[in-house]
């Protein structure tokens, strides 16, 4: 961020006043919310189509084992129409979670989020699963002071895959998002320019997995390769008393590529309703781009003005905890919880509840 004169950071801390480079910095912090998005995405999916809430520690391990049934005595239970041990060729599953989380990045804005995700797939064969889900996720951006924000409505789809043999698992997805941004940037008291604005995102995400149980425990570990791509329009502000004081910010695009090496593990209990799986797993991210960049823009009345956007931290840890609850005639219920640890001043934490069916 640009260098602004003592009387501009004095009065942007009291909450009276963001400059326009401020607001663009404040507002390009949209991977921080897309990495909260993500999350939640993983954990929906996740649970959907694994043997439980450890699926989404790997993303989306998917094992056709469990889907149409539910382990009671060491042996499947299964449909009519299913194989002996394994998920039944042709069945057709869906499924509904609410997702939500809130987070910061310190000293400079706090976000919340929340909204759906659901989706329907079909077993291919024992071995391989292929589905497609739909999300709508609103995230509330808050300046530091109360000096502006933004609301922000995601809306998307995703094609995800999985294929597991034996002990491994391969599984990937492709989501496009489309998403609405209605900002707000505090000038002085009574006085808030605004501005609408839009942007695309992709995020592909491919994993290998490998499980093996011990002492009644399945641990394993799993590696990933994640691709987030945020291309943020052009906007111009409107509202402010002297009209001069609204901005115009260029267009401008984040890429973020990341590997994931961790493991999962997960514990089944057996009990007269059913089995309950609660999970743990643990991750080191690297992020290999997301590289320090020049964004641009000015004011109505004439000024140009520029920010430079630091790189961020390149290691950090994703963590995170759930259970799944797998009852009869194939429905599922489950609760996962995720958290980013060590990504520089960010901390996110993303939940998600729901369950999962079959038709």
């Not at 194939?330 to 990504?343: P, T």
Request: charged share 15%; hydrophobic share 35%; proline share 2%.
């Amino acid at each position: 961020m640009g260098t602004l004169p003592d009387w501009v950071t004095i009065a942007q801390a009291q909450g009276y006043y963001l400059a326009p480079e401020s607001a663009q910095a404040l507002n390009a912090n949209v991977l921080t919310t897309a990495l909260a998005n993500t999350s939640a995405t993983r954990m929906a999916i996740g649970s959907r189509t694994n043997r439980g809430s450890n699926a989404q520690a790997g993303g989306f391990r998917i094992e056709g084992v469990r889907i149409g049934g539910v382990d009671l005595d060491g042996t499947y239970f299964v449909d009519e129409d299913s194989a002996a041990g394994g998920a039944a060729t042709g069945q057709l599953g869906g499924f509904l979670t609410a997702v939500g989380g809130f987070g910061e990045q310190e000293g400079q804005l706090d976000f919340s989020n929340g909204g759906l995700i659901g989706g329907v797939d079909y077993q291919f064969s024992e071995a391989m699963l292929g589905g497609l889900s739909i999300n709508w996720v609103n995230t509330n951006t808050t300046f530091v002071g109360n000096s502006g924000g933004s609301d922000r409505d995601t809306y998307g789809a995703t094609l995800y895959t999985s294929y597991s043999k034996n002990l491994l698992t391969v599984d990937g997805l492709f989501n496009y998002s489309f998403s609405d941004y209605n900002m707000t940037r505090s000038i002085g008291p009574g006085d808030v320019a605004t501005g609408l604005n839009n942007s695309d995102e992709i995020f592909l995400s491919a994993g290998v997995s490998y499980e093996c149980e011990m002492a009644g425990w399945k641990i394993g570990p799993a590696v990933r390769l994640d691709l987030i791509k945020v291309w943020m329009d052009a906007y111009t502000e409107t509202g402010a008393i002297d009209s001069d004081n609204n901005a115009t910010y260029d267009a401008f695009d984040i890429t973020s590529l990341t590997t994931d090496i961790g493991a999962e593990a997960s514990y089944e209990i057996k009990t007269e309703s059913g089995v309950i799986t609660p999970s743990i797993h643990g991750y080191w991210v690297h992020e290999f781009k997301n590289d320090s960049q020049a964004l641009f823009g000015s004011t109505i009345g004439g000024g140009a003005f520029s920010t430079i956007l630091g790189s961020p931290d390149r290691d950090y840890m994703r963590l995170g905890v759930g259970a799944t609850m797998e009852l009869q005639q194939g429905l599922q219920i489950y609760v996962d919880y995720e958290a980013l640890l060590g990504f520089q001043g960010v901390n996110s934490n993303q939940f998600a509840v729901g369950g999962r069916f079959e038709f």
